[in-house]
C-alpha cells in the first residue's frame, strides 16, 4: 500500500496526539514538522525521530502530499491558503477558520488549484459516533424532531495557556462548538438557519499557579487576563431536515446534568455520547422500554484515533471518492457556529449561505488502523 506522506505545521499543546495517534494508519507517514518556535518543532524531533525546518522548507519539499496544520485558529485560513499554493493538500485542525470571508477564500483556491481541503475534528468517524448514525439510519427512533447539545463548564481558565481560551477565535463555541456541531451534522445532515442569544458572565478571569511560556512576559500567577469573547451561547439550530436542535456552549458553568446531545424522534430517543471522544456509551428509549437502554457500539475506532480524518482523505486520494472530514463540511460548521454570535447581535434568525453533504457513514467491520478505499 502506499503511505501518503503528511508534514505538521504548528508542534503546540495538539500535536503530540497527532504525532500519536497517526502511527495507527498505514496509509499515512509523518515525514516533517514545523513551527515558529524552531524549539518546539526540535522537541518533536527529539520525541519522534521526525526531521525539523522551517515552514517554506517544509512546503517547498515535493514528497508531502498533505499538510496537517496544527496551529492556532486565527492563522488557518492563511497556513490553508499558502499549503495550497504549494501544490499540497490541506487538512486543519478545528475550526476551519475564524472568519468565514477568508474561510471562503480558501474553499475557492481549493477549487482554483484542483486540491483538497479538509478538517477536524474527525471524532464523527468513531464507534461512538458512528454508531449514533447508524442508528438513526437504521430507523430506530423514526424521524428526528429535536433534541439537544450540551457542552457546559467553567472553561480553562486555569490552564497554562487560558488566555488563548478567551480570546478571538476561541471561546466555548469556536473551542468545542465544532465537535457538537459536526456531530449532529453527521447524524442530521446540513443546516438551515441559527437564531441565538450570547453573552459573557465575567469581564475578566483569574490565572493558575502556571503560566504558559509565551504568556509569562505579560502575566504571573493568579494574575486576571480580559475575557474577549462571548462565554455562553445558547440558541437553536434548524436542519434542512425538519430537526430543530437546542444548543448551549458556556464557560460559565460549574456543574450541569445534560448528557452532551440527546436526539428526540417519532419512534424513541438517542442519547449520544461526548463528541469531543471516540467512545461510547450510546443508549436508546423506546415505547415499551422501562428506562434507558445501552446500545453495543457498531463499529471500531473506540480509543483516540485523531488524523483519522487525514488518513481517509489519503484513501480517498488514492480512490477518487470523497473525503470524510472535508472542506465543505467544516466550512458549514464553521458558518452555524459564527451565526450564534451573528444572531444575537441582529436581534434575528440568520439563514445559512453555505450548506454540504452528509458525510458516508463508516462501513462495518474494518479492521484496527484500516479504512475503506
Known sequence: MKRTKVGIIGCGMISDTYFQAA???NVIEVVACADIIPERAA???????????T???????????????????????????????????????????VDAADAAKVMALAKEKGLRVGCAPDTFLGGGQQTARKLIDDGWIGKPLSGTAMVLGRGPEKWPQAPFFYDYGAGPML?????????????????????????????TRTYGAEVADEYKDKYKPFDKYPVNVNTHQTGIIKFKCGAVITMIAS??????????IEIYGTE?????????????PVRVFKPGYESWKEVPLTHGYTENSRSIGAADMANALHSGRPHRANGEL????????????????????????????RPAALPLGLEPGMLPE
Open 330 to 357: 467544516a466550512n458549514h460548521v464553521l458558518e452555524v457556529m459564527l451565526a450564534f454570535d451573528k444572531s444575537s447581535e441582529l436581534g434575528k434568525e440568520v439563514i445559512l449561505e453555505t450548506t454540504c453533504e
Open 251 to 260: 464557560f460559565d458553568c460549574y456543574m450541569h446534568g445534560h448528557c452532551p
Open 175 to 203: 473551542d468545542l462548538g465544532p465537535y457538537y456541531i459536526t456531530a449532529l451534522v453527521n447524524m442530521l445532515g446540513p443546516a438551515e438557519s441559527v437564531t441565538a442569544v450570547t453573552t459573557k458572565g465575567f469581564e
Open 23 to 25: 502511527k495507527k494508519f
Open 268 to 280: 424513541g430517543s438517542l442519547q449520544v455520547p461526548d463528541p469531543n471522544t471516540f467512545g461510547g
Open 55 to 97: 515552514n517554506e522548507e517544509l512546503l517547498a519539499r515535493e514528497d508531502i502530499e498533505i499538510v496537517l496544520n496544527l496551529t492556532p485558529p486565527r492563522v488557518h485560513s492563511k497556513i490553508a491558503m499558502d499549503t495550497l499554493n504549494a501544490g499540497k493538500h490541506a487538512y486543519s485542525e478545528k475550526p476551519f477558520g
Open 43 to 53: 522537541k518533536k524531533t527529539e520525541l519522534y525521530g521526525v526531521p525539523n525546518m
